[in-house]
């Protein structure tokens, strides 16, 4: 881990470096080229509920990091005949496709730039120096390392390189900054897309907050 403080970089990955494991990396596996045909990107995969009301979500976006429940439906109509036929969930399931949410989770090495300067949450998949879990400020990415500003409590204020491939889960912390940012980035979508199924205001992603 260092602790340099990161300096501007040239292109950032926008390949997942996060992975699923059993079955929801064959369903992964099966739905990202689907997905990626329709001109999405794949977020997570994720396999719940129970026996009797299995639950497989899908997580997916635009390059811009936006989605609209246009965008949700066309991808299911896409995709289910496709999975209908690999059957890599046999039995009855719902199929659920959403965007990653405003606390999302960073899968890219491209999305620690893209929210730069937002509160993230890191677990690593061994400890460094020490720790596992880091909170902290995103200050971007660079040299296959995640750049964090993290209070470490007596060390103070540190500026750390988190190597990618150590991350276990990236996630956003809900803060008013980012709601404000995700208001933001929505009404610029809506603005280049009108019509498409994308309004949203300040109420709704208040309600977000609540839940």
Not at 95 to 116: A, H, N, Q
Not at 152 to 159: A, D, I, Y
Request: aromatic share 4%; proline share 5%; net charge negative.
């Amino acid at each position: 881990m260092s602790s340099e403080t990161a300096s501007p970089t040239a292109t950032v990955s926008a390949e997942r470096f996060a992975r699923e494991t059993g079955l929801a990396a064959e369903i992964a596996a099966i739905a990202e080229p689907v997905i990626e045909d329709l001109g999405f990107r794949l977020v997570r995969v994720s396999v719940g509920g129970g026996r009797e009301d299995r639950i497989l979500q899908i997580m997916a976006e635009r390059p811009d990091g936006t989605i609209t429940i246009d965008d949700c439906e066309t991808i299911s109509k896409a995709l289910s005949p496709v999975l209908d036929v690999a059957d890599p969930l046999p039995g009855a399931y719902r199929l659920e496709i959403s965007s990653p949410g405003i606390d999302r989770p960073l899968v890219r090495p491209s999305d620690f730039e893209d929210w730069s300067g937002h509160v993230v949450k890191i677990e690593l998949k061994e400890a460094v120096d020490g720790r596992k879990r880091f909170k902290g400020t995103l200050e971007g990415f660079e040299d296959g390392e995640v750049r964090i500003a993290a209070d470490l409590g007596e060390l103070g204020l540190q500026h750390l390189g988190l190597p990618v491939h150590l991350v276990a889960d990236a996630k956003l912390v809900l803060t008013d900054e980012l709601i404000r940012e995700a208001l933001s980035r929505a009404k610029k979508q809506h603005a280049q897309r009108p019509g498409d199924g994308t309004e949203m205001d300040e109420d709704e992603l208040n309600d977000d907050v609540e839940d």
